[in-house]
């Protein structure tokens, strides 16, 4: 029907844009033929262009049900900390009719949204402070949100987990860690994060950890203090590759990128940054940093943010596309994904409003000519080949990380230094003890 449409639409044209056909019939009081099909030009390729549009639309639905969209961002966990004080039996937090925001059940269903990286997200004023609380509390969330709801969402911890959630008609729900202060510069902490089910580690949010650099170094609004990765730092990208654990480079500097990437041994992702030449935001990923990605075969899953799509408070669904073509042509189709932050974000383009939106960003693609098994690969196949070659990397019989990170590059007056040289002894602390009170019982002397 579509391609019949399309020729109709050339013949017209053609039929009309011969100067001098036909001339002198209008004096005969005959139809005029070119006439006829000039007019029929006008209403028809209105029409071409609601059947075309209807015709992506349905075959990008038809492909999502089958391979439904695995996206690398969202922050609904926080906004039910933000709206709720994490307190999901209040009914207004009920997530089948949840109003106010991006993200609730129907709208995923109607997204085909199959697998879900949530953000475990803590700010950066948590850093040396109750961080790890913050982050044990939005796990916590995560988990609850399968357990209420099992009819929709299922908690997965492998490429094996997510399949098994599609078949099962469900959203694999996957716990991501969007921040390294999370792990307050402890190896043993990222441990435990991993057994409570981390599967994605942003090195840095906007704020430096004392063994990465992020993002705002390359604006001028940070100072480097590692210049990259630090010694630590690398010792943090080991044990993620021996534990299995994706490594997110959303939100860290270009040194840190580039560092990571180089290190690595396992395919890296950016959960959630698009292309910097089309949108000059250091959030995004410059085209040298794709080079590398090509190389490592790693992922990039582009973010809905206006302000990293245009940089600017306004964008569309068709400016999106721009970047997944752009990412598509330097790095790669195997490289492209979707990270669309909703929930974390104030602005979203035109026409992605909500995560409902995306057979409409995907209908985008097969206009633009995307083949299908290169939609297919952005929706969820190029995510779970990263996941399964970083699953192949892991290796839990190899002995791990155990220096800890050096005492002087550790920040917070709140901090105990049990285990460093420098920690006071039982000893200590009653010499300690005794001191304080020998003024006290020098004056009960004289009493």
Not at 34 to 49: A, E, S
Request: negative net charge; aromatic residues 8%.
């Amino acid at each position: 029907m579509v391609e019949w449409l399309l020729t109709v639409r050339s013949s017209s044209f053609s039929s009309g844009s011969q100067p001098g056909q036909h001339r002198g019939t209008e004096q005969q009081g005959r139809q005029v033929p070119g006439d006829f099909t000039m007019w029929t030009g006008w209403w028809l390729w209105p029409l071409v262009t609601v059947c075309t549009a209807d015709f992506f639309r349905d075959e990008a639905e038809r492909i999502m049900r089958d391979t439904p969209v695995i996206d690398g961002h969202n922050d609904l966990p926080w906004k039910l900390l933000d709206m709720f004080n994490n307190r999901l039996q209040d009914e207004r937090a009920n997530l089948s009719t949840l109003a106010g925001t991006h993200t609730n059940i129907p709208k995923l269903r109607a997204g085909f949204v199959g697998g879900q990286f949530w953000s475990v997200y803590t700010p950066c004023d948590t850093q040396n402070k109750d961080t790890v609380r913050r982050t044990l509390e939005q796990i916590d969330v995560v988990q609850r949100m399968c357990q209420m709801y099992p009819d929709t969402f299922l908690c997965v911890t492998s490429s094996e987990g997510i399949q098994n959630a599609f078949r099962e008609g469900k959203v694999a729900s996957l716990i991501g860690v969007e921040g390294g202060h999370s792990i307050d510069s402890s190896l043993g902490v990222l441990r435990a994060l991993y057994q409570l089910g981390m599967r994605y580690l942003t090195l840095t949010h906007s704020c430096n950890t004392p063994w990465a650099d992020n993002w705002l170094v390359d604006t001028g609004d940070s100072d480097a203090y590692s210049q990259g990765l630090s010694p630590f730092g690398q010792r943090v990208v080991k044990e993620l590759n021996r534990l299995g654990v994706m490594i997110d480079l959303a939100h860290v500097s270009v040194a840190t990128m580039k560092d990571t990437l180089r290190l690595s041994r396992a395919p890296v992702i950016f959960s959630h940054s698009s292309a910097y030449s089309l949108c000059t935001s250091r959030r995004n990923v410059p085209d040298d940093v794709l080079q590398l990605v090509k190389e490592r075969e790693s992922l990039v899953m582009v973010n809905f943010y206006n302000n990293y799509v245009s940089c600017t408070n306004k964008a569309t669904l068709f400016q999106v596309a721009d970047h997944l073509d752009h990412i598509k042509k330097v790095a790669g189709a195997g490289a492209v994904g979707f990270g669309g932050d909703f929930d974390g974000v104030p602005r979203l383009p035109e026409g992605l409003e909500d995560v409902s939106k995306y057979p409409d960003l995907i209908a985008e693609l097969l206009r633009r000519n995307w083949t299908e098994a290169e939609v297919r690969g952005a929706l969820a196949g190029n995510l779970l080949r990263v996941f399964k070659a970083v699953e192949e990397v892991r290796d839990l019989t190899q002995a791990p990380e155990e220096e800890p990170i050096p005492w002087d590059e550790l920040e917070g007056s709140c901090r105990t230094k049990y285990g460093y040289s420098g920690a006071p002894s039982l000893y200590h602390r009653q010499g300690l003890l005794l001191a304080s009170l020998a003024p006290l019982l020098l004056c009960l002397q004289f009493l």
